[in-house]
Every structure is written in structure tokens, then in C-alpha cells.
């Protein structure tokens, strides 16, 4: 809902990318994967967040951090500056053990952040907590050897973008603010949306001695291997798009063929460009299929409330004047979502200077993929199945190297979640809103006493950590509540802990 965010609808722009490049002759459509992210990337429809009164309360550092820390060659010991920002405003003190709330950056720059996660700053009082925010590697200020574009380019440097690298940062980040504050017992909860979400619960697990425990809004920790269904995430799409409008979803569902048909005339993309405005002549249906389509998943997925975007589409497509056409229509639920503009830019979810969009596209074809496809016939969309082999060869002659669609679950886990969990894990949160689609991968399950999925049905892609709002619904002030309180029963314990243990010592 921030300007320009999207952790995790990012992922999904990679393969737009691969579309461009390898789909164009090909009939059939392979659409982008959606975008992660706490915030949404387009703000048509939802007013910006301000935070004048709290930005003069953070402050900004930069850590010089290792370049590589599995590695003892002289190269691995390179640094580059990461920045973290800190804010100590409703901190009660080192001597009182009181926690540090920590935001685990994404595949975005740090500054949104701020701003647009509300779960620390609107729970700091009650904690009286440090609040601190780091910025993940190659994104933002924290690029190694100074330009993104210079480091996302040379194959060695963007060897060490990884989230082992990434998490290991954090850790290293965390040791040394605790040290700076002399805050040895103050125990750190760790909070990440989307992509930083899964970094939040893969922390947990890998770093227990720097975290205490993790909430892991909106991660999508089962979207690898073929631990989800692929066709999970658009089936969440379609149900949206069904239960809030039969029609809308009805003539969605009839469109697809509408363009093709168009298409086909002798001048039909001359008319297709007429009929969507676009900002270019159009050169193929993909683009503008693949533009339709990222409207609809990033209006399920940022479905929050006050402004409900995805009510804002169909308003747009069932409001359009009676006798108004197919392709009419829909073109009434685009200036809907997006607003009246004089063109509209098939590239808008596609940029490729966009950072999120270059440092995401190299995630998702080295680790992060996510074989998110189009179904048969269970979705509004025209049939398009995750293609791996397909894949992996634009991966391949993008970067070089092949991707490793197992080593996250060969990493982290992930198969039999709840059998290796159980006993070995605690001191999570997985929240997730039903309505969001990458909840199609999140974990919807209690694991254990702490290892807990705290759920809303209407809820959309991590609602739980943008700011509180007056307008917000009770399930969503429900959910909050408990994720303070089930955090608040893990300091009580680890206190208790701290007095038993240290007395000992
Ligand atoms: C914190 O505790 C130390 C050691 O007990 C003491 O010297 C210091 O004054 C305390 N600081 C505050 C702010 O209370
Ligand atoms: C890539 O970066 C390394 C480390 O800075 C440097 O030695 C190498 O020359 C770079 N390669 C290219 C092709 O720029
Ligand atoms: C959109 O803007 C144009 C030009 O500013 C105006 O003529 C048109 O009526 C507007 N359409 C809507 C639906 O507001
Ligand atoms: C569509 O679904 C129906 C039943 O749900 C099935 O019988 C039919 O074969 C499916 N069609 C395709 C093209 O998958
Ligand atoms: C899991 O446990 C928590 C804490 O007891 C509870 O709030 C939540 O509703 C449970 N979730 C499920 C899916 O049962
Ligand atoms: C979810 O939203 C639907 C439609 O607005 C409503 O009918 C339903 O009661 C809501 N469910 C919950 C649990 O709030």
C-alpha cells in the first residue's frame, strides 16, 4: 500500500522477464509470477502513508559487513557498508532486559519501511522496545561495491546474494547493536513480511541464540519443491474475484478469448491499443494479458481493508454502462484501479531499471523459486503450467548459472513440516489472511504450543504488520492482539528463564 514496495509480488516479475524473452513466439501464455512485498507497488487507489512525526526518531547507520561469511579466502573478508536504522525512542533501557523489535528488510530499499510497517512502531510503548530495521543485501544503500547495476552484472559479486548471506548479516547486525547498547538480556524478536517473513522464521530456526522468536507475516515458506500446488496461489485469485462479484469474475474469465479474438482481425492490435489506451502500440496480446494479469493478483493480494482494491476493479468492470462490451469493460475496471490517465504503461509491473525488479529476477533464478502456474480450468485465467525445465534455461542464459529449485528446502526445510518442527522448533508466528493467494504456500497449521498459525479469512497479504488504522475490522484488531499477547507469554517465559539461568552463572 506504500509506494513503490513489493517484496513479494516481485518474484512473480522474474518471469515476466522470461516471458518477454522466450514466450513472444509462442501462442500459448506464460504470465509473470506475481510480485511479493508487505507494501503494494501501485497506490492508485489507497492514500499514501505519512510519517513525518516519527521519521525524526529513527536514525540511520551503516555496518560494515562481510561480503562473505562462509568463506576464508582473502576475497570473502571484503566489506561494504549495510545500513540499519534504529529508534530508541520508547526503549526502557539495557538494565531492564526490555526486547528489540527487529524488521528484517527484503527485496526492497529500507526507506518504505519505515513508514509502512506499523507492527513496531505501534507496539513499542506496550514494549517499550528498540525498534531496528535492516536492509537486506544488493538492495537500497547496502550494495556491495557500489552500484547495483556494477554488482548485479559481475557473476562473482552476485554470488553472494543469498539469503544465507542475507540472514547471516542480520545476525551479525543484531550481535553488534547488542553490544553497542550494552543490552546482552534484552531478547530480540524478529518480524518480516512476504520474502521477509520467510527470512524471519528461517532465522528463528538457523540463529535461536539471537532471536528469541520470529513473526513471519505472509510467508510463503511452502511455495518451493512441490510442497504447495502450483495452481495455489491463482486459485486464491479466481475465488477472490468469484466471491466478491459473479460477473466480474464471469467476464475476466470471458475476456482472455475477447482479446485473442480482436487480435486476429487484421488491425486487431492497432484496436487493442486503442481499446486499453496503452501508452505504446501494442506487439503481442502477452503484454497486455500479462498486464491484466498482474492488476487482478496484486488487487487480491493488497486486498485491505478500508479501500478493498479488488472491489475497486469489479466496481469498475459491473459498473461499466449497460451495453458496454466485453474488453469495455474490463478497460473500466483498469482506470478503476490504476486512475483516469491519458496512457497506460503494459511495463508498468515490468521495469527493468526497478531494483526490486533486478534483484528479484537473480533471487528467483538462483534460490527463491517459486513454481507458481495457471490451472486448467479451476481459474479465471487461460491455462499456463509452471514450466521448470523452461525455466531453468531462461535462468540460464540470463545469469549463467543453473537455478537450485531445491536448496531451500534442502536448507531451511520445508517437507514434513510439522513432524521435524514439532519438537525441534518454537517461538514463531505464521500469519497469514485467507484472501491473500500466497497464503496458498504459507503455514496454516498449528505446529506446536509456539510454533502457531494465526490466521484471519478475509484477511489480505500482511495486513497484520501495516500500521493500525481507526477503520481497521475487529477480526483484523482480533488478530493483532493475539500475535502481542502469544509474543508477550514468550518474554514472560524467557525472563523466568533468565532469572533461573543467570543466578546459576
Ligand atoms: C544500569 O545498571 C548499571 C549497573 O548496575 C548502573 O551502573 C547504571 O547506572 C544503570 N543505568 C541506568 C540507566 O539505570
Ligand atoms: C567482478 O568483480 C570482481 C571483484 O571486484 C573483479 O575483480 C572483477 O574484475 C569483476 N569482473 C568484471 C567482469 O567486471
Ligand atoms: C478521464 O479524463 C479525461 C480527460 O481528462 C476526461 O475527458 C474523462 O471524462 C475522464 N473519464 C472519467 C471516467 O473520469
Ligand atoms: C475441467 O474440469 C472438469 C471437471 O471439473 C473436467 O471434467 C474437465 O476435464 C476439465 N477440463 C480441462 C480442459 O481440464
Ligand atoms: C494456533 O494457536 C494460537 C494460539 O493458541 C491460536 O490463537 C490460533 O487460533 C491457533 N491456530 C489454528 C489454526 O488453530
Ligand atoms: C468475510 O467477508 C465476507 C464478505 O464480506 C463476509 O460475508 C464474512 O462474514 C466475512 N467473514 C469473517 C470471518 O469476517
Redesign the pocket.
Given at each position: 500500500m506504500n509506494k513503490a514496495m513489493g517484496f513479494l509480488r516481485h518474484s512473480f516479475h522474474q518471469l515476466l522477464l522470461f516471458s518477454l524473452i522466450s514466450f513472444s513466439c509462442v501462442s500459448g501464455t506464460q504470465f509473470s509470477i506475481p510480485r511479493l512485498g508487505a507494501l503494494r507497488r501501485t497506490t492508485r487507489t489507497e492514500p499514501k502513508i505519512t510519517s513525518t512525526s516519527v521519521s525524526k526518531d529513527f536514525k540511520t547507520f551503516f555496518y560494515s559487513q562481510t561480503l562473505d561469511h562462509f568463506n576464508y579466502r582473502p576475497?570473502s573478508y571484503?566489506t561494504f557498508p549495510q545500513r540499519y536504522v534504529v529508534n530508541s525512542k520508547y526503549w526502557s533501557g539495557a538494565n531492564s532486559s526490555a526486547p528489540i523489535l527487529v524488521f528484517f528488510g527484503a527485496e526492497e530499499a529500507l526507506d518504505n519501511d519505515l513508514s509502512g510497517i506499523g507492527f513496531l512502531t505501534d507496539n513499542a510503548p506496550r514494549f517499550k522496545a528498540l525498534l531496528v530495521y535492516i536492509e537486506h543485501r544488493f538492495y537500497g544503500k547496502s550494495i556491495p561495491?557500489g552500484s547495483r547495476e556494477?554488482a548485479l552484472?559481475?557473476?562473482?559479486?552476485r554470488g553472494y546474494f543469498t539469503s544465507a548471506q542475507a540472514i547471516a548479516d542480520y545476525a551479525a547486525i543484531l550481535l553488534h547493536i547488542k553490544k553497542a547498547f550494552s543490552s546482552k538480556n534484552s531478547p530480540v524478536i524478529v518480524i518480516g513480511g512476504s520474502y521477509g517473513g520467510m527470512l524471519a522464521a528461517w532465522f528463528r530456526l538457523k540463529y535461536p541464540h539471537v532471536a528469541l522468536g520470529a513473526l513471519a507475516s505472509s510467508a510463503p515458506i511452502l511455495y518451493f519443491d512441490d510442497l504447495a500446488p502450483q495452481v495455489g496461489y491463482y486459485a486464491i485469485v479466481t475465488k477472490d474475484f468469484k466471491e466478491t462479484s459473479e460477473g466480474c469474475y464471469e467476464t475476466i474469465r470471458e475476456s482472455w478469448d475477447e482479446i485473442d479474438k480482436v487480435a486476429s482481425k487484421s488491425n486487431g492490435l492497432s484496436i487493442l491499443s486503442m481499446k486499453f489506451k496503452t501508452c505504446k502500440k501494442l506487439k503481442r496480446t502477452f503484454d497486455l494479458k500479462d498486464y491484466l494479469d498482474s492488476i487482478y493478483s496484486e488487487a487480491a493480494q493488497y486486498d485491505h481493508p478500508p479501500t478493498y482494491p479488488l472491489s475497486i476493479v469489479c466496481g469498475g468492470i459491473d459498473g461499466a454502462p449497460k451495453g458496454t462490451d466485453i474488453l469495455g469493460r474490463i478497460f473500466a475496471g483498469v482506470v478503476a484501479y490504476m486512475g483516469n490517465k491519458s496512457c497506460y504503461d503494459m511495463n508498468e509491473y515490468n521495469h527493468p531499471t526497478d531494483e526490486t525488479y533486478m534483484g528479484w529476477r537473480w533471487q528467483t533464478c538462483s534460490e527463491m523459486v517459486m513454481p507458481i502456474g495457471h490451472g486448467n480450468n479451476d481459474s479465471m485465467f487461460p491455462p499456463a503450467p509452471f514450466n521448470l525445465n523452461k525455466f531453468i534455461r531462461k535462468c540460464k542464459s540470463l545469469f549463467g548459472v543453473q537455478p537450485q529449485p531445491h536448496w531451500v528446502t534442502t536448507y531451511y526445510g520445508g517437507h514434513d513440516l510439522k513432524l521435524i518442527l514439532h519438537r525441534f522448533a518454537s517461538n514463531i508466528i505464521f500469519s497469514n489472511g485467507l484472501r491473500d493467494p500466497y497464503s496458498s504456500g504459507g503455514v496454516l497449521e498449528n505446529i506446536s504450543g509456539s510454533v502457531v498459525a494465526v490466521y484471519t479469512i478475509n484477511g489480505s497479504h500482511c495486513l497484520d504488520i501495516l500500521p493500525e488504522k481507526k477503520s481497521d475490522p475487529q477480526w483484523l484488531v482480533k488478530q493483532r492482539k493475539t500475535e502481542v499477547q502469544i509474543i508477550e507469554g514468550w518474554l514472560a517465559k524467557y525472563y523466568t528463564d533468565l532469572l533461573e539461568f543467570r543466578d546459576r552463572t
Open positions: 576475497e571484503t561495491f556494477a552484472r559481475n557473476a562473482s559479486i
